[in-house]
């Protein structure tokens, strides 16, 4: 691990120059060049600015080798879902995600959902019709948080909508701590994907009844994790296990 390589390989993932770093580091560009060769080690002020600016945590920015993808992205894989039912709930806020997922996980707990699963699975999807004065004058967006419930579940608890989501087949890719750099691990798994489909001749699939694309968040070993579905014209297993052993 170089901590001069990750701070080179977080500037150029946000596209800027040396020089512009520098301009917002309050340092010459001569310093940011000697960050990056690990001639010198930035001052704790400093790494703690430069994670402000690359949204990153200042663990990982010291400890971890960030530009090392395997490390981060599982191989992506053409699974087929069951259909599941579920209780889902739109927020439009300046943090919708955060704000859906504790609303239904509150809403789990009152139903009396987690008393028939302690375990109750959340999963989630971008909110696409906010208008772009609303983003760019307020910064609000909008999220989906879903509860996936039991097939004889029945709530008489508001506010939440009741959907389906029928047997399909999703690409999946599963992201190491996603939240240690949200705006470009997350965003990444779905341009991975979308490559990897390209490549292998799929296509994205829109179809009534079936989420075009959401993403399941949960913790193992202490470890954050994400997966990241995309739904994709149906496959045979046949094709689908051969996709998976390239």
Known sequence: MSLGNNINYLRKQKKLTQEQLADQMNVTRQTVSRWESDEVVPELDRLVSM???FMCKLDSL???D???????????RIQRTAPFKMACYVMISPAPESDALEHMDKWAESCGLKKISPEVKLIGWDFPYVSQELQNRFGLHGYVAACVIPDDFKADCSDVMFLENKEADYAVI????PFIQPF????????????????NHFKEKNQ???LSCFEHEYRKNDITYMDVFVHVDSVTKSDAF???NK
């Not at 960030?66 to 992506?76: F, M, N």
């Not at 599963?174 to 701590?177: C, F, G, L, S």
């Not at 997350?186 to 341009?191: E, S």
């Open 51 to 53: 994670c402000e600016i």
């Open 62 to 64: 010291v400890r971890e």
């Open 66 to 76: 960030l530009s090392d993808q395997s490390a981060i992205y599982s191989e992506i």
């Open 174 to 177: 599963t992201i190491r701590e």
């Open 184 to 199: 470009e691990r997350i965003p990444n798994a779905y341009k991975l994907i979308m490559e990897y489909l390209q490549a």
């Open 208 to 210: 009534e009844n079936i």
């Open 242 to 244: 051969s996709l998976c």
